[in-house]
């Protein structure tokens, strides 16, 4: 499977010219990132660069660490407007990984910076029982289970298993927006669909073939 992805990514990234740009703005993991795309054939590269980013193919937009931290350091960077234009204006494919996805939201309990309202939805502490023996934070391997066919899980009965660290989730108000939850306590978002906007909870990076085929199905969403 992971030979077959590597060569039909390779061959896209070739009759489109496809590259991916990580936004770098200080906070995340870019350069496990920028290994998976080369593993698959994809070129990748880590940009801070507002005209570089406004013109981009792909756009990932990575996190890790607290909302607010993350929401100075996206602003210091001057960087929003530019992933606005990208997004909005020329509607090119983003995928906001972890604390990423978050930021897309209009906010987070973690935090009280306005997050970039993309998407409506806000993030949530993970709230469980007195009695449940899941813990928070959610550290730790599981299975997605996909709301409908998705770009990003194309086959609704398929297995797709992540990594995943967290204490903070999604909650969407609008359900057509969720394209995976998983069971921790209750069903909970771990990733989201609208147009052009993709975002995942868990680690890709770090999910073995999972994740590899996931980033490889990404590099593949058609822009407009």
């Known amino acids: 499977m992971a030979f077959k992805l590597y060569k039909a990514t390779k061959l ?19 350069a496990s990132l920028i290994n998976i795309f080369d593993f698959i054939g994809i070129e990748a590269i880590s940009s801070s ?37 990208a997004v909005f204006e020329r509607s090119v494919p983003v995928l906001g990984i972890c604390l990423g996805m978050h930021l897309m939201a209009h906010g987070s309990e973690e935090g009280e910076l306005p997050g970039l309202g993309w998407i409506d939805a806000s993030a949530r502490r993970i709230l469980l029982p007195q009695e449940s023996t899941f813990k928070v934070p959610n550290n730790g391997w599981h299975r997605v289970l ?24 999604l909650v969407c108000t609008d359900s057509d927006t969720i394209a995976g939850e998983i069971e921790y306590g209750a069903r909970i978002t771990c990733a989201i669909e609208r147009g052009n906007i ?27």
């Open 49 to 85: 660069d507002p005209e570089q980013i406004a013109s981009a193919s792909r756009i990932i937009l990575p996190g890790v660490g607290s909302f607010d931290r993350a929401m100075k350091a996206l602003h210091d960077s001057a960087l929003v407007p530019a992933l606005e234009m």
């Open 12 to 30: 896209y990234r070739n009759e489109r010219n496809l590259m991916i740009t990580i936004t770098d703005y200080g906070v995340g993991n870019l």
């Open 146 to 169: 996909p709301r409908r066919e998705t770009f990003l899980f194309p086959e609704k009965n398929e297995t797709y298993r992540y990594y995943f660290n967290h204490a903070y989730h």
């Open 198 to 224: 993709f975002g995942v909870q868990f680690h890709p990076e770090k999910s073995h073939r999972f994740g590899v085929e996931l980033l490889a199905r990404f590099a593949g969403v058609p822009a407009s």
